[in-house]
């Protein structure tokens, strides 16, 4: 039971160029998240899936895209990255049936920018 | 919208108990209180969470005052290891999306010394 994982761990871009961040979870969960972290800044949610098929706009979703591809897997589109795009990426998921709405995160994408 | 304030740091030593205070003045009916707990270089780990009153599990408790415009995450008997940055959450995760918002504090940086 992995739980949840994400690839890359690390990755640098040039300012323009695209690339998709991929997490999956193995917890039969059907909430998904992505957040953003940044120093000072917190965790900020970017986009939200309360299931399969269904994606929401969170708090910063400029300059996003997600798909949620099925009930493991949503991934974080970049289509032209920007320096203000540097960032550590974090993929979560829950289950809201369970008692608690505790998110599980995965290890986190840190993104470099230039 | 919630918004959520806590201390930017502090220093205990180990076997004291450590209270950390989170304020939420615009806490909405629907809200939950969630603390986590993160570590340097790895994702946010769930501790604890509660709605009002006083709720206990095995690591720690969250008092929750009758207006619930703030919380306490109350770790007893620390040690080295919960060494950490913890951070406060208020938000309805079973409606992250359509600006329902889970909002983030910014954390606060735990130091338990010797």
């Known amino acids: 039971n992995a739980g949840v994982t994400q690839t890359p761990k690390f990755q640098v871009l040039k300012t323009g160029q695209s690339m998709t961040l991929q997490c999956a979870q193995d917890?039969?969960?059907?909430?998904m998240y992505w957040y953003r972290q940044d120093p000072g800044m917190g965790l900020r949610l970017i986009y939200y899936?309360?299931?399969?098929?269904?994606?929401d706009k969170g708090e910063v979703p400029n300059g996003y895209n997600v798909s949620r591809l099925n009930k493991r897997e949503f991934s974080l589109r970049l289509e032209s990255a920007a320096p203000s795009q540097t960032s550590v990426y974090f993929c979560?998921?829950?289950?809201?049936?369970?008692?608690?709405?505790?998110?599980?995160f995965g290890p986190g994408t840190r993104l470099t920018v230039t | 919208l919630a918004k959520t304030t806590q201390p930017i740091s502090m220093d205990s030593y180990e076997g004291q108990e450590v209270n950390i205070t989170c304020s939420h003045n615009?806490?909405?009916?629907?809200?939950?209180i969630t603390w986590y707990q993160q570590f340097p270089s790895q994702g946010p780990r769930f501790i604890i969470q509660?709605?009002?009153?006083?709720v206990t599990n095995e690591v720690a408790s969250l008092f929750i005052p009758a207006d619930r415009k703030s919380s306490t995450l109350s770790l007893p008997r620390v040690s080295l290891s919960d060494t950490a940055v913890y951070y406060c959450?208020?938000?309805?995760?079973?409606?992250?999306?359509?600006?329902?918002?889970?909002?983030w504090g910014l954390g606060t940086s735990l130091a338990v010394n010797p």
């Open positions: 959450l208020v938000g309805d995760a079973l409606n992250a999306g359509n600006n329902r918002k889970l909002i």
């Open positions: 509660g709605y009002k009153t006083k």
């Open positions: 615009n806490i909405a009916t629907n809200d939950y």
């Open positions: 979560a998921s829950s289950d809201p049936f369970r008692e608690t709405y505790e998110q599980y």
């Open positions: 917890m039969n969960h059907n909430s």
């Open positions: 899936s309360a299931s399969e098929g269904t994606t």
